[in-house]
């Protein structure tokens, strides 16, 4: 049992049409406040992608051949070894590209208003 397509068809209307916008620039900002979320979760996503791959290898031939990994490091262990580097890969690189991406947007306005640029800070 699907959805019909002219039900599908006025759900987007529906929400396309509370984003009324004033000004061409307002489609812009919210734009602006999507994307870069958007953009943290797929990067995240591929680096979880990889960073589990090149830990699972390592960790399922380890629990093979080694025999203190063989007697105590069950299956749950081994998932739980794996989920966790993927898991804590996803979170720093999200959080890396949220904070570039704010970064960039704070200089930017930065220079545009005052017309200096903008200095490091000294620590």
């Not at 993927?86 to 590209?97: L, N, P």
């Not at 704070?106 to 000294?122: L, N």
Request: hydrophobic share 45%.
């Amino acid at each position: 049992m699907s959805i019909p397509s002219d039900v599908v068809g006025v759900r987007a209307n529906k929400r396309s049409s509370f984003m009324v916008a004033a000004s061409p620039n307002e489609l812009r900002v919210i734009d602006s406040k999507i994307s870069p979320t958007q953009d943290a979760v797929q990067r995240g996503l591929k680096m979880a992608i990889i960073a589990g791959s090149v830990v699972a290898v390592p960790t399922l031939v380890g629990c093979r051949v080694i025999p203190w990994a063989k007697a105590n490091l069950n299956y749950s262990a081994q998932a739980l070894s794996i989920s966790a580097a993927a898991i804590s890969t996803f979170f720093v690189t999200a959080d890396k590209a949220i904070l570039k991406n704010a970064r960039g947007n704070t200089i930017g306005k930065y220079d545009k208003s005052s017309g200096h640029e903008a200095t490091p800070i000294q620590r």
